[in-house]
């Protein structure tokens, strides 16, 4: 559903900062759009099982700035149901009346711009009414909703007048943060206390993540970028992705801290484990000083195990801390989600569930609960110190979900983005 009218973007990208702009370097006639469909027609509305509805936000574009004003009108327009069917092979319905709240919309480009105010499309009622949620929105179904503009004023891009939205209220999780160039530190792990207390003098440890990256960086501004980085502490306990002299798209355990001791696992790298971009990944990796073992997981499946490694009788000099600075340890790295090292290490994707356990998981336990913990009451999981869901939708703040209440807080104001649907493949 690419656009072909790549002359037509590339002209409204040049020309979308401009107030004015010469006719005589008009390389087409102008034209309306919705500042939606200039790439794409097709639009994933998907919302969680638990929300009342939502909102779907565009506007309308000019490709070049007019000398009057431009009004233009927004509608539902259901007659596109069918012909979108049509030329697609699907069998969607259009979706029914009592979820949308709009019933239309006028807008103007004044003269001398190229976009309109925004508009709002409307969802409401998909819980239904009542405790037993009657005419509530069908689950897991598919619905179409079809947006058109038109104008009197002017002839519209033929290619780019109409948005479809495929709303659907799902059982997946449909929230996650985008961290690109983007990081989540926790204050709270720098400074003496319960919660610090409640990370460090560990004696195993799990990390887990539902991983999308959208890039794998090879070069950025600060030179070669080999590493994205899920979480943990830098040359003591981190989950990474690639690492120098090893496979980019890998996933690596690095357990080189006093309170681990086994090094990278794997040393070697192997491209028959590459991670793909642009795919929802659960992982996670265990380390466990009892048993002196080490495991990476992707997918709940085990790609890399350990044995006899690592520390040899535990004991107060080597349990694991991941709140080092807490114990006064100015020059030691910390505990983040995205980051390691230096500021060039970003995730470069996005991110969901992201959990820390004091204790080993085992593989029936990552597999069956890689998307949601069942029957979730904090106070039912004293192990699990740190729960990280990303379901807040908006703001810089990562509640802490676990029974400890440590928040992290994002470096620069996070990118909520929409239509996410993270597929659950252990059903």
Known sequence: MKKNNILAVMAVIALASCNRFDPVDHVFPNSLYLDVSAMEQTHSANYSNKAEGGTQVLA?????????????????????????????????????DMYIDFSGATVTIEAGRTTSETV???LKGFLGEGDEQKDA???????????????????????????YYLVKRSSAITTAAQLTDNWINFPLLDQPGEIADVYNDLTAVTYEALVYIDKFDLTNSFGECNISTVMGV???????????????QQLQFDGSG?????????????????????????VACTYDQATRTARIYVNGELTDE?????????????????????????????????WSYND?????????????????????????????????EAENYPD???????????????????MYGNDGEAENDIVWPSGIEIPEINK
């Open 60 to 96: 309308v574009a000019l490709s070049y700035p007019e000398d009057r004003d431009i009004t233009a009108s927004i509608t539902i327009d259901r007659s596109l149901v069918d012909d979108y069917n049509h030329k697609y092979g699907t069998d969607y319905s259009m979706l029914p």
């Open 120 to 122: 709002a499309i409307g």
């Open 137 to 163: 929105l069908e689950i897991d179904r598919t619905w179409l909703l079809p947006v058109r503009v038109s104008s009197e004023d002017i002839s519209v891009m033929a290619g780019s007048s109409v948005a």
């Open 234 to 248: 830098e040359q003591y306990l981190l989950l990474r992705i690639g690492d120098a002299n090893f496979e980019r």
């Open 258 to 282: 006093n309170g681990s001791q086994f090094g990278k696992l794997p040393s070697k790298s192997d491209p028959a484990k590459k991670l793909d971009s642009g795919v929802w990944y659960h």
């Open 306 to 338: 350990v044995k006899d490694t690592g520390v040899t009788g535990s004991g107060d000099e080597n349990r694991i801390t991941l709140a080092m600075q807490a114990l006064g340890m100015e020059e030691a790295y910390r505990f983040c989600i995205g």
């Open 344 to 376: 060039y290490r970003p995730l470069q994707g996005k991110i969901a569930e992201a959990r820390v356990w004091r204790v080993a998981r085992t593989q029936e336990e990552i597999w069956t609960n890689m998307y949601r913990l069942p029957d979730y």
């Open 384 to 402: 699990l110190i740190g729960y990280w869901k990303f379901d807040e939708g908006e703001g810089n703040i990562i509640h802490d979900c676990s």
